[in-house]
């Protein structure tokens, strides 16, 4: 240790005036004594006014304010701070002989310790070894043994950096040697924090492992998203999409799955072929009707591929709610007219739990195939059909029983009129005419008026299900009365016993006749397409007709029982997201509820403890957000709707996906450029692992460790001034005593 003695003045004020006010104290302190010294003889005279002047220069010195300034070189320990990237990236397979990153780093780490020896633990070595694990996160301490991988599903470089050297911020720090692939992904810009760096001398060592061509030369199927509803009614039909990012596969057919909760094999599968031109691919869809109600969890997967770089990315999965109550129609329309069929079908399309399936059939079928195939009448491929304007020719005889059965199994029906339908299109002697409600005849003819033909409800039947079109009997009949007049109607024939006339036309004959048995069956002789072209409220008239008719055919009618919707943003969220829940109580007359209260629960995987997510009523919704911070897994919801004294509305459940989004595998190239701009802006190097060793041979911590500390010493603030100052005042007086001066 050296040291280097100056001595510092600090004047309370600009050295002139200080020179001034010493003159001045000086005088006027000498001036009082004046006529004493030159009339006494004792020689004390000359102690006194001497102890005077030291008291006096002492306070002078005090406005000065001297220290005296020792600048000592010492030695001090210095940090060298390693830190090792731990994720994910880190196992890619681009190193030389097919080795991983990872394996590269583990062995450039176990020599950088066989070179540095005891150094970390030598107190006399003046060089301290710190070692970090990095991803998300900074760790303490070097990868455990048992970490035969790294697991880290995020990189966050720029703030493991500031964290690393705050941690460390108590000595001089020699280098952080940072051994990654330069990927970062979160957090603190990597730039930002070498900039920060730089301005506390701090520099950086980056050594580099991974490719930075593994992104362009490396081979890899993700699967990225799934195309899907968010919800469907049961043995509704769906469609299905994947989206792929394909690389290294150029001109390959990749085969593709999908796979439904529950089911052993996949449901559906297509083949994709790979584009020369992109990496982005979109798979033709794949068809799926779910037959049970509750949540789906669909998973849209391609097998791993010889020579792809990640397969943890092959699969993508997300919910579909499948209501219960979902009805498939299916909707045969003749060449009579093409707008019946198109209407109704928009119509139907408006009430998301029914898929209606419109076929035109324009003859009885060529080459002894029918127009329609057999299997559209099984049993359970449809539950409600609609014939409109189909002669019974155009169905093969088969055809004809297979649908009479399926209607005497519970299936609805609804026959519409036309030149070709009921009793002029030879139905009164096919096997349908059993079911039907009226007794038809060939040669029934039509009802055709000049200025159309009013429907005209039976005022006994407004308060049936399918003819409310208002939410009184008054209004519904006023609705029904302002609708425009169709075209005409075929006469239906003599109703059964067993049916019930809805309505007629204004000479009282009958136009629409039903029959409730365990299929229903709806005679309509005329067609409903000018409801729906006339204006907005006939339109919604239109809209509400067909989906009642519908409902009612299949048994589906309001039953009168509360319920609680339940909807959910998004099916799937990474971890540090959130999903947005909404709930909505309705009455039986699907009405909302306007005190309902909610309580929402969301039950995370694993059986951990249920979380209460607060609920906050708007626009008639109760609505909440709930910020998935835990595990990765399938989490349940359930809302529970009470009444405003306190009793059970109804309850809904749903479930959704949250996942640990890998940002690591979405670029797989190391960034080797990111690493050495760090090095070059803070003064550092840049080096290959097998340059590490020769580095740490080549560090001096001397360099790092010698340090010059000033300390000061303040001649005039400490007690032994004060001491000497009081101490000269005190002698003085006494002396002036003594001399009979006081």
């Known amino acids: 240790m050296s040291e280097r003695i100056s001595l510092s003045l600090s004047p309370i004020g600009h050295w002139a005036v200080v020179v001034l006010a010493a003159a001045a104290v000086v005088s006027l302190t000498l001036w009082p004594y004046r006529k004493r010294l030159r009339d006494s003889t004792d020689r004390r005279k000359y102690l006194v006014v001497g102890l005077r ?425 006023s609705t029904w009365e302002q609708l425009p007049p169709i075209p005409g109607a075929s006469r239906l024939g003599r109703p059964k016993q067993s049916a019930v006339v809805w309505a007629q036309t204004p000479d009282r004959e009958p136009l629409m006749v039903a029959q409730d048995g365990r299929g229903r069956v709806i005679a309509f002789g005329g067609e409903t397409w000018p409801w729906y072209r006339a204006s907005e409220a006939s339109q919604e008239a239109h809209r509400k007709f067909w989906r009642q008719t519908i409902l009612w055919l299949a048994h589906q009618e309001d039953q009168g029982q509360s319920r609680v919707e339940l909807r959910l943003d998004r099916r799937r969220v990474a971890i540090g997201g959130a999903v947005e829940l909404s709930a909505l109580a309705r009455d039986d007359q699907d009405q909302p509820i306007p005190d309902a209260r909610y309580q929402a629960l969301v039950r995370p995987p694993g059986g951990a403890a249920a979380v209460p997510v607060d609920l906050f009523v708007q626009d008639e919704r109760a609505r909440g957000t709930y910020a998935a911070s835990g595990d990765p897994g399938i989490y349940g919801v359930e809302v529970i709707a009470t009444d405003a004294n306190g009793n059970e509305i109804g309850r809904a459940t749903s479930r959704f996906l949250v996942f640990q989004d890998d940002l690591e595998l979405e670029n797989p190239a190391a960034n080797i450029a990111l690493l050495q701009q760090l090095s070059e802006l803070t003064g550092g190097q840049f080096l290959r692992p097998e340059q590490l060793d020769r580095y740490l041979d080549d560090l001096d911590p001397e360099s790092f460790s010698r340090v010059e500390t000033q300390v000061e010493y303040r001649l005039w603030d400490n007690w032994p001034f004060l001491i000497c100052f009081v101490g000269t005042l005190g002698v003085e007086w006494f002396v002036r005593k003594r001399m009979g001066w006081v």
């Open 53 to 477: 002047m030291v008291a006096v220069l002492l306070a002078l010195l005090a406005c000065v304010r001297p220290s005296v300034l020792i600048m000592q070189r010492v030695k001090q320990q210095v940090s060298l701070i390693f830190l090792v990237d731990s994720s994910t990236s880190m196992k890619i397979n681009d190193e030389a002989n097919n080795r991983s990153r990872w394996e590269m780093a583990r062995r450039a780490l176990d020599r950088s310790q066989e070179v540095l020896g005891d150094t970390s633990t030598d107190p006399d070595s003046g060089l301290a070894v710190k070692f970090y694990r990095f991803d998300r996160e900074l760790h303490p301490g070097l990868p455990s043994d048992d970490m035969t991988e790294p697991d880290g599903l995020q990189t966050t470089l720029g703030a493991s950096l500031l964290e690393a050297v705050r941690r460390e911020s108590g000595a001089p720090i020699a280098s952080v040697v940072v051994m990654s692939d330069g990927a970062s992904n979160g957090g603190v810009a990597p730039l930002t924090a070498a900039q920060n760096l730089r301005a506390q001398g701090v520099p950086i060592t980056a050594v580099g492992f991974g490719s930075a061509a593994a992104g362009a030369g490396s081979r890899d199927i993700a699967v990225t998203g799934v195309q899907a509803p968010e919800a469907i009614f049961v043995k509704n039909e769906m469609e299905v999409r994947g989206a792929l990012r394909v690389r290294g596969y150029a001109g390959q057919e990749v085969e593709v799955e999908l796979r439904a909760e529950g089911f052993g094999q996949p449901v559906a599968r297509t083949t994709v072929q790979v584009p020369a031109d992109s990496e982005v691919v979109t798979t033709p869809p794949m068809r799926f009707a779910p037959q049970t109600a509750g949540e789906q969890l669909l998973t849209v997967q391609v097998a791993s591929r010889e020579g792809e770089l990640i397969d943890s990315n092959n699969s993508f999965s997300t919910f579909v709610s499948v209501l219960p109550g979902g009805l498939n129609v299916l909707h045969l329309q003749g060449p009579g007219t093409i707008w019946e069929g198109k209407f109704v079908t928009r119509a139907l399309d408006a009430s998301r739990e029914i898929q209606a399936n419109l076929n035109v059939i324009l003859g009885p079928g060529r080459g002894g195939q029918p127009a329609i195939p057999d299997e559209a009448f099984a049993p359970g491929s449809h539950d409600v059909y609609i014939l409109g304007d189909v002669p019974a020719e155009f169905l093969s005889p088969n055809q004809q029983r297979l649908l009479a059965r399926a209607v005497q199994a519970g299936a609805g029906l609804i026959m519409l009129g036309g030149r070709d339908s009921f009793g002029d299109g030879g139905w009164g002697a096919s096997p349908l005419a059993e079911v039907l409600p009226t007794i038809m005849r060939s040669g029934d003819g039509q009802i055709e008026p000049d200025d159309g033909l009013q429907v005209v409800p039976n005022p006994q039947a407004l308060d049936n299900y399918v003819l409310q079109l208002g939410p009184t009997q008054a209004e519904t009949a």
